[in-house]
């Protein structure tokens, strides 16, 4: 791989709009992937991938991909702005642009950065180490930048500045850890190098994320409805709160009942008063405790006289109760259960109000006069407070004889509801009441028509009504939820994949410079081989190399032409098939000693392929090459036929020792054969009286000496 570094290329204006136009969408996916996410109030994620994307594009293509920041930020984050109440027009549009402005600083600072430290590649020890070291420093600039300005404009507290500064960084970092790497790799140069990266690098990071993810959820789950628990059980606590004082009325009025119910038909007030106003002592729910007797058409002038008389002389008869809570009198009708008796004696203004005809109230009055059991009224409006209430009815008198009257209980709903939250000692939730009786949903304190994500419901009885009491979070205890273990899982774990994929960038440059190493010494050593095998195939003599076993292992294009083989099919030949006389036993022995051996012995006879034989000299050198991790003996011999070089001294012979014209011997042949006889002459001469010496005596003395025969 080239180490240099070379210049980024110049992106033309196409490739400018589509990096724009990405950078854009990589801020409005992350917006609509946090409202996906529904992450609870109080959670940070720890992933912003624009920052990533940004810094990506400006470093591969200069700073024209910066508007596209600016108008990501303008479609995604702007909104969010606006709809924030605490922040007026002019605070969120100064809140956009300094986000602006610190996105925007980020990318062309770590740009530049990038371009002068880190080559395009990524594929050395030290880019990916200026890659993670420059990261979380140029990230700075956006938090340091935005973080402040949103403080100071009122976007965020004084508390929570700290914790978005972290946040905002934490996100900027892992973001450009992940986001960048995988951008290069469908934008960066060189482009093999990145298209190569994308199984190698992006999909284990791609792959990494999602698992990471996955955690996070479960985690982010499991730390939720850990900080839900005292809320659910405080909310269980108040709902158990409200079911026992729903019983506790039911069995008071069931005891105050039997209590007047060996009364006469008129109850006297005195002892109503007594026993109404020890319960009622101490319970701001209780609206009013009323006595109500049943009287006839026939008796109601009566009726109202002597309530006249006995009780209040400004009393103004049996009354109903319009459906605008306006008193009017009553209408001539069989029967009336009017109020008699009342407690507090602040409510003596409903005395003479009949229930039979009191809206959310008829029904029950008209049940309990038949009964002998607590029956409650659906939800209605209270007349001194204009508050929801609940009414309980409880008649008076033998089982099986008319009832003597009614005592009626009247509630407040929301006071109810309020010193039930107050018991629990909670201040995290709010609640709502509504009746569900039969199906039909009837608000008494709040509603439950939009269910919220953390809404907890319990169902509630009494008096033969049903009630759901649903319990959400209040604002506060929801940001009360910093999800610490969570965020450390999904900053830890995504942390971790930047890490892994600058180890991935690592390993691919690494592996991309060894193999343009091995392309490169592959190529020269072709380019040796061919010159090497152009050298020998253009050699006059023959070259081949035979191992130990006496078999050739290569051979070039003149010992094809010398011994008339195709060159296909000298390799695995014997080479005693070539040289006979060269090799005839141990090959390894005797191409040693033909290696040591002097010129004139290495005059042999060779073979070619149509079995015929031609003179030809050897030479044999030895060597030790390696073959396949071990070092073995082979033989490289050089042949050279001998045949023209004979025939060459023949000839030179004849024309030296004979005449061109008649083909006799010339003189010098005669003197040759004359110094060959006469050679020949005195060896014989010398030979024959060495011969006759021999065969005499030697001389004892004078012949005068010598003894007789």
């Not at 269980?236 to 709160?241: C, F, R, S």
């Not at 292992?553 to 060269?582: C, E, I, K, M």
């Not at 060959?676 to 000496?705: E, N």
Request: glycine share 8%; proline share 6%; charged share 15%.
């Amino acid at each position: 791989m080239d180490i240099k570094k070379p210049a980024y290329p110049r992106w033309r204006w196409r490739p400018l709009l589509l990096a724009n136009l990405a950078i854009v969408a990589a801020y409005l996916a992350t917006r609509l992937a946090a409202d996906a996410l529904a992450l609870p109030a109080g959670y940070a994620l720890p992933l912003f991938p624009p920052a990533g994307v940004a810094l990506a594009l400006a470093t591969a293509a200069g700073a024209r991909v910066l508007p596209g920041i600016a108008l990501g930020i303008v479609l995604a984050i702007l909104p969010r702005h606006l709809d924030n109440p605490a922040l007026p027009l002019a605070h969120a549009l100064l809140a956009t642009l300094a986000e602006i402005a610190g996105a925007t600083l980020q990318a062309w600072l770590g740009a530049r950065q990038f371009r002068r430290r880190m080559h395009p590649a990524i594929g050395s020890g030290r880019d990916v180490f200026a890659f993670l070291l420059l990261t979380p420093l140029i990230c700075l600039v956006s938090a340091s930048v935005a973080v402040p300005s949103l403080y100071l404009l009122g976007a965020i507290t004084e508390p929570e500045r700290v914790l978005n500064w972290l946040g905002w960084w934490a996100g900027d970092t892992i973001g450009v850890l992940l986001a960048a790497p995988l951008c290069w790799i469908v934008c960066g140069a060189p482009r093999q190098l990145w298209r190569q990266r994308a199984t190698i690098v992006g999909l284990p990071l791609l792959l990494a994320s999602a698992a990471v993810v996955t955690i996070y959820r479960l985690t982010l789950g499991w730390e939720h409805e850990q900080h839900l628990q005292p809320y659910r059980l405080k909310a269980q606590q108040t709902a158990d709160v409200l079911q026992a004082e729903f019983n506790e009325h039911v069995r008071f009025v069931g005891t105050f009942a039997r209590t007047l119910a060996d009364t006469e038909h008129i109850l006297a007030r005195d002892k109503f008063l007594r026993v109404a106003s020890g319960y009622v002592d101490g319970r701001p729910e209780i609206q009013g405790v009323n006595w109500a007797v049943p009287v006839k058409e026939a008796e109601r002038g009566g009726f109202e006289d002597w309530v006249r008389q006995a009780l209040d002389a400004s009393f103004p008869g049996i009354q109903d109760v319009s459906p605008a809570l306006r008193l009017q009198p009553a209408a001539q009708r069989p029967l009336y259960l009017p109020v008699l008796y009342t407690w507090p004696p602040s409510n003596a203004v409903l005395r003479g109000v009949d229930f039979l005809t009191a809206p959310g109230r008829a029904a029950a009055a008209a049940q309990v006069l038949t009964a002998r059991t607590p029956v409650a009224t659906e939800p209605f409006r209270l007349m001194m407070s204009g508050d929801m209430g609940i009414g309980l009815f409880r008649s008076v008198g033998e089982p099986n004889a008319p009832a003597s009257g009614a005592v009626v209980f009247v509630l407040n709903a929301e006071a109810l509801l309020e010193q039930a939250v107050a018991r629990a000692g909670f201040d995290g939730f709010q609640a709502a009441l509504v009746d569900v009786t039969g199906g039909v949903v009837l608000p008494l304190v709040g509603n439950i028509d939009r269910v919220h994500p953390d809404e907890y419901r319990v169902g509630l009885s009494f008096a033969g009504r049903s009630y759901v009491v649903a319990f959400h979070p209040t604002a506060a205890y929801a940001a009360s939820e910093r999800g610490v273990a969570s965020w450390t899982v999904l900053s830890s774990g995504l942390l971790l994949t930047g890490l892994l994929g600058a180890l991935l960038l690592l390993v691919s440059g690494e592996r991309a410079a060894v193999e343009a190493q091995v392309l490169d010494r592959t190529a020269r050593l072709r380019d040796r081989e061919a010159r090497l095998e152009a050298i020998l195939d253009n050699a006059a003599d023959a070259i081949l190399t035979v191992d130990a076993h006496g078999l050739v292992v290569s051979a070039n294009a003149a010992t094809a032409r010398l011994f008339g083989y195709p060159a296909q099919h000298l390799v695995g030949l014997p080479f005693g098939s070539l040289v006979p006389a060269g090799v005839d036993g141990d090959a390894a022995v005797q191409l040693t000693r033909l290696s040591q051996s002097t010129p004139d012995e290495c005059v042999l006879e060779g073979r070619n392929a149509q079995a015929g034989i031609f003179p030809l000299s050897i030479s044999v050198a030895p060597v030790q090459m390696a073959n396949k991790g071990r070092q073995e003996q082979f033989f490289v011999c050089i042949l050279r036929d001998l045949t023209e070089q004979q025939r060459s001294q023949e000839h030179i012979y004849r024309l030296a020792h004979h005449d061109v014209l008649t083909g006799l011997e010339n003189r010098v042949a005669l003197n040759v054969r004359l110094e060959q006889q006469l050679c020949c002459s005195s060896t014989s001469i010398t030979s024959r009286r060495s011969t006759i010496r021999s065969a005499t005596p030697p001389a004892t003395g004078c012949w005068w000496a010598r003894p007789s025969a």
